[in-house]
């Protein structure tokens, strides 16, 4: 085979490789907008009046994760099945962003921590690497520690829309969520720096839920609940 030869050879295996990548990146192009669309609905829960309609957003937000189920079901047949990480970076982002979009979802739900099975099933993917298209741990946690700077956000618009007791609870989750991430030894360079922001989130949490102490707002709120 001659020099020529050979390097066309190897174009071919470039342009094979840059078609799959095109593909991908067109259906991720579309999880992203659904990812804006669920994102934009949950927005309305910092809103005053928004508190009262979380059941019905978060049913709005199933909806739209059926939408994502789809989309992540057509990103699957665009690369081979064993050639996950070679293409990961394309789908990691906003494989994430979705994580964090679950976890909230769950939370406002329940208050409790969405589990990564429950985000893979959400989701419609794998836990199991072995499986095909799966929720690695890593993105997993990257998505519940963006949740945790959404919370410190609900927080503080909590207080503003006169619901005294929610920071409190956001404080004690996001004091154990801490706790947790405190057993595990980050070696992820983008994922540690994440966590540094967790001690952020939990500083300005903390300062919230001090002022409404010596204000004795929270006091009097759990007395009227008691009531």
């Given at each position: ?124 993917i794998e836990v199991v ?23 410190s956000r609900l927080a ?42 967790l001690k952020y989130d ?26």
């Amino acid at each position: 085979m001659s020099v020529t030869e050979m390097f066309s050879h190897i174009q071919g295996f470039l342009s094979a490789d840059q078609d799959i990548r095109e593909e991908i990146r067109k259906v991720v192009q579309g999880l992203e907008q659904t990812a804006r669309e669920i994102l934009t609905l949950l927005q309305s829960v910092h809103q005053p009046s928004g508190f009262k309609e979380i059941p019905s957003k978060c049913a709005k937000a199933r909806d739209l994760f059926c939408t994502v189920k789809t989309q992540i079901g057509d990103l699957k047949t665009k690369f081979p099945v064993e050639q996950y990480y070679r293409f990961h970076e394309h789908w990691r982002f906003v494989l994430q962003r979705l994580t964090f979009l679950a976890a909230f979802v769950v939370y406002l739900e329940s208050e409790n921590l969405v589990t990564r099975e429950e985000v893979a099933q959400i989701l419609g993917i794998e836990v199991v690497r072995e499986k095909g298209f799966h929720l690695d741990i890593e993105d997993y946690l990257a998505g519940v520690l963006i949740m945790a700077s959404e919370l410190s956000r609900l927080a503080v618009n909590s207080v503003t829309a006169g619901d005294y007791n929610r920071p409190l609870r956001i404080s004690n989750f996001i004091n154990e969520l801490d706790s947790g991430f405190r057993l595990l030894n980050l070696k992820n360079d983008p994922l540690r720096k994440r966590y540094d922001g967790l001690k952020y989130d939990v500083k300005k949490i903390e300062e919230v839920v001090y002022d409404l102490s010596i204000r004795g707002l929270a006091k009097e709120s759990e007395s009227s609940g008691d009531k």
